[in-house]
């Protein structure tokens, strides 16, 4: 990787669910318009969250959106997060069952990989109205999401814990509709995505070799 000089700003796909949508905030700017501010102010930024959507849903509408906002010559990156939908219980089991949660997570990877895109990965938050047997699934899965990231060479936050021990993110969420937090969870989300290497990543060229995952 070299450093970026400022006139090669990213343009950068946020893609997933509710939570990428940044739904409850009342400032209406989520984790991601917080950390575009922190840490890539010049970048021309999608968000394509959308309530409800879990992982199947992601990569059954990811090419065609991510592709109209991509132009030839620039730094085109993708920043992916999903999971918390697919491990709510309907019906008696996972809305998505974790081994399909993984493969639609590496045919993703893979499918970036193709287009050439800079790809980081955030973890699933908790959705606090799902209660322990939520976050036990979300424990379960998360290894599985880092692991398959650590292969693609793609940088993973891990956001899941932090959250769930969070006394703003559960507040909010339960003061709310369950789910979703208000700006002061939020807050602490984008702090997590932050520190956990966004801005680091965002500040960079990814050279052509780092696309292809070589080291």
Same mark, same amino acid.
Request: net charge negative.
């Given at each position: 990787?070299?450093? $970026?000089?400022g006139d /090669?700003?990213?343009?950068?796909?946020?893609?997933?669910?509710?939570?990428?949508?940044?739904?409850? /905030? !009342?400032?209406? $700017?989520?984790?991601?318009? @917080?950390?575009?501010?922190?840490?890539?102010?010049?970048?021309?930024?999608?968000?394509?969250?959308?309530?409800?959507? #879990?992982?199947?849903?992601?990569?059954?509408?990811? @090419?065609?959106?991510?592709?109209? $906002? #991509?132009?030839?010559?620039?730094?085109?990156?993708?920043?992916?997060?999903?999971?918390?939908?697919?491990?709510?219980?309907?019906?008696?089991?996972?809305?998505?069952?974790?081994?399909?949660?993984?493969?639609?997570?590496?045919?993703?990877? /893979?499918?970036?990989?193709?287009?050439?895109l800079g790809?980081?990965? %955030?973890? !699933? !938050? +908790?959705?606090?109205? =799902?209660?322990?047997?939520? @976050? /036990?699934?979300?424990?379960?899965?998360? +290894?599985?999401?880092? =692991?398959?990231?650590?292969?693609?060479? %793609?940088?993973? %936050?891990?956001?899941?814990?932090?959250?769930?021990?969070?006394?703003?993110?559960?507040?909010?969420?339960?003061?709310?509709?369950?789910?979703? +937090?208000g700006a002061?969870?939020?807050?602490?989300?984008?702090?997590?995505?932050?520190? =956990?290497?966004? @801005?680091?990543?965002?500040? #960079?060229?990814? #050279?052509?070799?780092?696309?292809?995952?070589?080291?």
């Amino acid at each position: 990787m070299t450093i $970026r000089n400022g006139d /090669d700003a990213p343009r950068i796909c946020f893609l997933g669910d509710s939570f990428v949508q940044g739904l409850g /905030d !009342p400032e209406f $700017r989520g984790w991601v318009g @917080r950390v575009l501010q922190a840490a890539a102010p010049a970048a021309t930024a999608f968000n394509l969250g959308v309530r409800r959507d #879990t992982s199947a849903r992601v990569r059954h509408r990811w @090419r065609a959106e991510v592709e109209a $906002r #991509t132009a030839p010559g620039a730094d085109n990156r993708l920043v992916l997060s999903f999971g918390a939908n697919d491990a709510m219980e309907e019906d008696g089991a996972p809305r998505v069952a974790p081994d399909e949660t993984l493969r639609n997570l590496a045919a993703l990877l /893979d499918g970036a990989r193709g287009l050439g895109l800079g790809v980081l990965v %955030v973890g !699933p !938050p +908790p959705v606090v109205c =799902g209660g322990a047997a939520h @976050r /036990d699934r979300l424990r379960e899965l998360v +290894p599985g999401m880092a =692991g398959i990231c650590a292969t693609a060479e %793609v940088p993973f %936050v891990d956001v899941t814990e932090a959250l769930a021990a969070h006394p703003v993110w559960t507040a909010e969420a339960a003061a709310g509709d369950g789910a979703h +937090p208000g700006a002061g969870g939020y807050v602490a989300l984008a702090d997590l995505v932050l520190a =956990g290497g966004f @801005r680091e990543w965002a500040g #960079t060229v990814l #050279t052509s070799s780092a696309l292809q995952g070589e080291s």
